[in-house]
């Protein structure tokens, strides 16, 4: 009981300073710099800049749920993690998100990630090259996902469109257009991927599967 004692007026001592006018004040641990890593896209300044309304406050009563809603404004972040290093320094670990395509909507440009969030545009070098998707994020993430199933190349892909009728084509890098039925797509997929080195080797240019168990070469 008398250990207890001690060690409660050490920590008391430790966190509180009195002053003359005899005011306790919890010891000055006040956030002086935070360090981002594992960020390769966003600038680490800029997510400072996010954060500057927390810096001066007090590590100890610092909540995640307050770092958590000024980071996840940036549509950039899939996720992060948080270290406090006693006494002033706050290390946030970011994990961004991956796009996959960029999508064409309202006239704007943005990023779609891998589970077809928007994601802001930026000209990013590293993806200059992503297809482009002229349609709606929710119509392009069914078809997105069923892209999959097949193991259809997405780095084949230049463009994907996507009509009022609720079908799709898709525009290759080599000026190839596959032109898809709106309903039983996924067996037209199919039979382009097990055909694609016959058929453009004969250098069609338009693959048509709009008629019901036809293939219409152009």
Known sequence: MKKRLVISIFILLFLTTITSKQTIKVAKFDLKEIYIENNSLLNA?????????????????LKNIEIEKKLMKNSFIEGFNIKKKY???????IFEKKPIAILIKNKKKYYLSEKIDLIEFNNFQNFKNLPYVIGNENEFKIFYYNLKKVDFPLGLVNKFVLYD???WDI?????????LPSENY????????KFRNQI???????FDYRINNQLILK
Do not use: A, V, W
């Open 165 to 167: 009728s609720k079908r």
């Open 87 to 93: 006494p002033n320094t706050l290390k946030i670990k």
């Open 171 to 179: 525009e290759t890098i080599n000026k190839n257009t596959i032109k």
């Open 200 to 206: 453009e080797s004969k250098k069609y240019k338009l």
């Open 186 to 193: 996924l067996e037209s997929l199919e039979n382009y991927l």
């Open 45 to 61: 300044d800029d997510i400072k800049k996010q954060l500057i309304s927390i810096y001066g406050k007090n590590l100890i009563f």
